[in-house]
């Protein structure tokens, strides 16, 4: 089974704060991607990248940064945490590699607060 | 803009009945289309998929439709569980970029016992 695994379940950080949301896949895949969930908003994409150091922005990119070092890991950095940033992040991966029509493994999510 | 919408944000079903989740696309180049289903505090589950090329796909109890000249598709869940109850986004892609998914904005499905 693929898993992704984002480093924590709940954060609470304070404004201003720089914030590190980690995420691990272990299935080898070339996509990785993160996403935030808000009520009445769904799933926005916030940064996706489709190979090693490669990165690309999503639809809500302000704010945020990314950095794949590894195949296998996808960081979102936070800069300058704000409130309006609290939220549900999701990271997800999906295969790459010229295959298309495939789906998207999502991690647990992390619940973010900041105050 | 939103190019995937799910107009209902909420559905009641009697356990038993059948459910029937809606969406909606505007992007003529998706051809690709998912169903995930969420519950809180948790992420999103992939449930089912359909290709453009095809109008049904069924897995068990799960069926998704689609109608490409309306843009529209949707999840047929018969007979509906109480575990069903979760929130469901229809999600599309193209083949542009990393395949990226556009979310709709879920439909909260509750079936009463």
């Known amino acids: 089974d693929v898993k992704v695994t984002q480093s924590s379940r709940y954060l609470v950080k304070r404004t201003g704060e720089k914030v590190f949301l980690e995420c691990v896949q272990d299935?080898?895949?070339?996509?990785m991607f993160w996403y935030r969930q808000d009520p009445g908003l769904g799933l926005r994409l916030i940064y996706f990248?489709?190979?090693?150091?490669?990165?690309e922005k999503g639809d809500i990119p302000e704010g945020y940064s990314v950095s794949r070092e590894k195949k296998e890991r996808f960081s979102l950095i936070l800069e300058s945490a704000s409130t309006n940033q609290t939220s549900m992040y999701l990271c997800?991966?999906?295969?790459?590699?010229?295959?298309?029509?495939?789906?998207?493994?999502f991690g647990q999510g992390t619940r973010l607060t900041v105050v | 803009d939103q190019q995937v919408k799910q107009n209902s944000p909420s559905l009641s079903v009697q356990e038993g009945r059948i459910s029937i989740l809606n969406c909606d696309y505007t992007?003529?180049?998706?051809?690709?289309f998912l169903w995930y289903k969420k519950y809180p505090a948790e992420g999103p589950t992939f449930l089912i998929s359909?290709?453009?090329?095809?109008d049904k796909n069924e897995d068990g109890r799960f069926t998704v439709f689609l109608n490409k000249s309306a843009k529209h598709l949707s999840l047929h869940i018969v007979p509906s569980q109480p575990g069903d109850s979760a929130v469901y986004f229809c999600?599309?892609?193209?083949?542009?970029?990393?395949?990226?998914?556009?979310f709709g904005t879920g439909t909260r499905l509750t079936v009463i016992p």
């Open positions: 997800a991966s999906s295969p790459g590699g010229g295959l298309v029509n495939t789906e998207a493994f």
């Open positions: 299935m080898d895949h070339e996509n």
């Open positions: 990248s489709y190979d090693v150091k490669m990165k």
């Open positions: 992007n003529s180049m998706f051809d690709y």
């Open positions: 359909i290709s453009s090329i095809k």
């Open positions: 999600a599309a892609s193209g083949r542009t970029g990393a395949n990226n998914l556009f």
